[in-house]
């Protein structure tokens, strides 16, 4: 079975401008959880999404926004970009929300603001 | 607030040389605690999930321990393929995970 794929994989944007990353999550899971990992703060929670809807969320900036589609794809939008916002961001998914069920992570986009 | 401490933040190991990692956790309602090896530039693995005091879980070299406060990964007989960041995170009643910075394992031959 296929593992989570994130595209794209790279990113350079300067500052000011805004940004789409894409996720597919692993067939048959339909949560699909997002986090941002940067050398300072870590792995940081910014939000889950379950049929379409958005089930959690973190502490992060409403710049910082997502949603999913009928087939659980999901895709992660940043806007008006902030050098801060150089970081992996990286997508999981998972069977179900609200339950243990392991998140599976994808390989990441690295975003670099310049 | 829920907090994740993980300790030492690096270790250097001898090959075969075995070795713990510390998880340290509070949290209401802990429903979870996942972990996790990451390379440099990929996403995180998954290793374990343990779910109550007292369970333990095993994969090669590798074997995680669970109390009520913290978790253990020890590592024996570890071999240079084990180098990586070991993540441990915490999922309680709202169903995020929070993860601890990490330690970061290198195993020389």
């Known amino acids: 079975k296929a593992g989570v794929t994130q595209t794209p994989r790279y990113l350079i944007k300067t500052r000011g401008q805004q940004v789409t990353l894409s996720c597919s999550p692993i067939?048959?899971?339909?949560?699909v959880s997002w986090y941002q990992q940067t050398p300072g703060q870590g792995l940081q929670f910014l939000f889950e999404y379950f049929s379409e809807t958005q089930r959690n969320k973190g502490n992060f900036p409403g710049r910082f926004s997502g949603r999913q589609f009928s087939n659980s794809r999901s895709e992660m939008n940043v806007s008006t970009l902030e050098l801060g916002d150089s970081a992996l961001y990286l997508c999981?998914?998972?069977?179900?929300?609200?339950?243990?069920?392991?998140?599976?992570f994808g390989p990441g986009t690295r975003l670099t603001v310049l | 607030e829920d907090q994740v401490t993980q300790s030492p933040e690096a270790l250097r190991l001898q090959e075969g040389e075995s070795s713990s990692l510390n998880c340290s956790y509070t949290?209401?309602?802990?429903?979870?605690l996942f972990w996790y090896r990451q390379d440099p530039g990929k996403g995180p693995e998954f290793l374990f999930t343990l779910y109550s005091a007292g369970e333990e879980k095993e994969k090669e070299r590798l074997k995680a321990t669970l109390t009520k406060k913290e978790s253990f990964l020890h590592i024996t007989a570890p071999k240079p393929e084990d180098s990586a960041t070991y993540l441990c995170a915490v999922q309680a009643r709202r169903g995020k995970l929070q993860f601890g910075a990490g330690t970061q394992v290198v195993v020389t031959p």
């Open positions: 949290v209401s309602g802990l429903r979870g």
């Open positions: 999981a998914s998972s069977l179900e929300t609200g339950t243990t069920d392991t998140q599976y």
């Open positions: 067939s048959g899971h339909r949560s």
